[in-house]
């Protein structure tokens, strides 16, 4: 949208107003004419008119409702004859709701990864203190410790890996590193990998047509997406659980859905588990060593792709996640 310009008199009043400002402000054009600026501004609590004339840094009106964010910045000019005769001033409007929701959340991810990482730093501080206060001498702590240790380490790297995968995708540095690839045989590779790791107790089922699907993706981000996916989907399982995989084919699209037996995801969190660092259970979450990023990155690598990505649950009933990839048959002639 372009800018909104409101111009006024010297006294204040307003004398022009434009369509995007009258938009912007959401009053019509009859009611503004004449009217002093500072109230058509709805800012007449906190500056006068004359203040206005020497206003040199923007002012922030954030117009937000409950329902909506909605945030203008306002800059002002002062239109002055040689002789320093004011004859009015120049409102120019413009819409940064867009611009502030980023820098919001720029800032909300700083302050999330600080605090992801303070947490496994301060517990490894307080381990290696007892350490040094003596533990290392006792045979039944000391290893106990020194395992706690190792694991945040762990976790802290991991953490670390992901948040590069991230950066790099949201640099737009990362390209896609396409090929051909059975999708049929590559889902059913991975799984067999999980399979042989998997505890006794969870059970695997695959709905997968032998038949071949040839799509082109970046095979290294398509395995960390089902990764994830899967990991996801062993962590929730319960003892006895059935952990169930799909692969359906459309005229345009494959549609390939995990679904498992376990706790299931309430109905308000299902869009934003693919939110970073969002988690259900924060606590449970870090205890099994996630970092509350792997459905982030999946979302990433699968709309890099052209796809959709999301979640269905019943509470108490498990979760399925789903997504798509694009998919067209080859043509024939490309093999001439
Ligand atoms: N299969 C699942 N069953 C129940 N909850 C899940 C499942 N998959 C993801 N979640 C929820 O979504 C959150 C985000 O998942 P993810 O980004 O993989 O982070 P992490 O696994 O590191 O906690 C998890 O913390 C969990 O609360
Ligand atoms: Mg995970």
Redesign the pocket.
């Known amino acids: 949208m372009t800018d909104g310009v409101i111009a006024t008199d010297r006294r204040g009043k307003v004398i022009l107003i434009n369509s995007p400002a009258e938009k912007m402000l959401r009053v019509p054009h009859e009611s503004v004419n004449g009217k002093a600026i500072i109230d058509v501004l709805d800012i007449a609590d906190d500056y006068q008119f004359d203040n206005l004339m020497g206003q040199e840094a923007p002012i922030t009106l954030d117009r937000s409702t409950v329902n909506e964010r909605y945030i203008l910045r306002v800059n002002f000019s002062v239109i002055q004859r040689e002789t320093g005769f004011v004859n009015g001033v120049i409102a120019v409007l413009h819409d940064i709701t867009d611009q502030e929701k980023v820098d919001q959340e720029r800032r909300d991810f700083v302050s999330n990864v600080s605090h992801e990482l303070r947490t496994p730093l301060t517990s490894m501080h307080s381990y290696l203190e007892a350490l040094s206060d003596g533990a290392w001498q006792d045979p039944d702590l000391a290893p106990k410790f020194l395992e706690v240790t190792q694991n945040e380490t762990e976790r802290m790297i991991r953490l670390v890996n992901d948040l590069l995968k991230l950066s790099r995708m949201d640099g737009g540095r990362e390209h896609l590193d396409k090929s051909f690839v059975n999708f049929t045989d590559f889902f059913n590779h991975i799984i067999d990998r999980f399979e042989m790791m998997k505890k006794d107790s969870i059970k695997f089922k695959r709905f997968i047509s032998k038949e071949p699907v040839i799509i082109e993706i970046d095979e290294d981000k398509i395995m960390q997406v089902l990764d ?1 996916i899967i990991s ?2 062993n ?2 399982s319960p003892d006895g659980g059935q952990i169930s995989f799909f692969l359906k084919k459309f005229d345009n699209k494959i549609e390939v859905a995990i679904s ?1 037996e ?4 309430p109905k308000e969190d299902l869009d934003k ?1 693919f939110d970073r660092f ?4 924060k606590a449970r ?1 870090r205890e099994m060593g ?7 990155i999946a979302r990433e690598v699968i709309r890099a792709h052209g796809g959709e990505i999301w979640a269905e649950s019943n509470r108490g009933k498990g ?1 399925t ?1 789903k997504f798509t990839l694009p998919y067209s048959e080859l043509p024939e002639d490309d093999w001439e």
């Open positions: 994830n996801n989907a962590k929730y498992d376990g706790l299931g995801i588990v969002f988690r259900v259970d979450s996630g970092t509350g990023l792997g459905l982030a979760t996640v």
